[in-house]
């Protein structure tokens, strides 16, 4: 994999202010082929900052959420010829030099498909992450062994991850909002990718930058959770998740 290609997606919502610091950063980190930003259906100037930019970018007439910015940049993806697709977060709480760490996790794990950001255990986690937040991503996390067969994601709430692009080819997902990113990692491990981990740090010095809803999509991603565990039923079908995964190796 020493010729790994990658693409960053941002998607981005009312993040004037904030996008063009992290956009300039991507623009330096060695290995991103192209930086390709879904700003959707911004009201302020974020258009207009990450077009003064060398990034290609589409966008929603109207806010969709998330999850459909996540869609239509992995529709982008598809039609390039990329292997692994990195989504950041536009708002500068992720680190755009940690996609280095992405990258080298890829090379040296190649069985490995999804790789998922922890800020587990991290300074930030411990001292700057806001309670509430913490405890839903503690939740989170195990709501999805408990539902999944043990399925171990540190970070479940990270928007900062990527996807091989054979993942992204085959996995779908109904969702728009935040709960799409949930519903994106169980249809994935339900589909035998394999799924890694690398921590990083992260930046909170204003949590309110943050368009995460804790009233409103803290409800959401369990949600998700509980509707794919009775739609698949994983705890009948361990022995075609094994066969899944072998083939997918």
Partial sequence: MDALTLMAIVPAYNEAGRIGSTLDKLLTVKGVNEICVIDDGSTDGTYEEAKSRDVT???HRVNHGKGQAIKT?????????YQIAVFIDADGQHDPYDIITFRNYFKSHPEVDVVVASRFGTDQWIYTMPFFRKISNLLSRFGLWILYNGLDIQDPQNGYRAYSRKVLGSVTF?????????EMLINAHLSGFKIGRIHIESVYEDENTSKFSLLMDTWTIPG?????FFRFKPFLNRKQLRQRRVENH
């Fill in 224 to 228: 998700v959770m509980l509707r794919q």
């Fill in 174 to 182: 109904d969702t728009t909002r935040y709960e799409a990113e949930t």
């Fill in 73 to 81: 940049g992995i529709q982008y993806f598809m039609k390039q010829d």
């Fill in 57 to 59: 970018l589409l966008r």
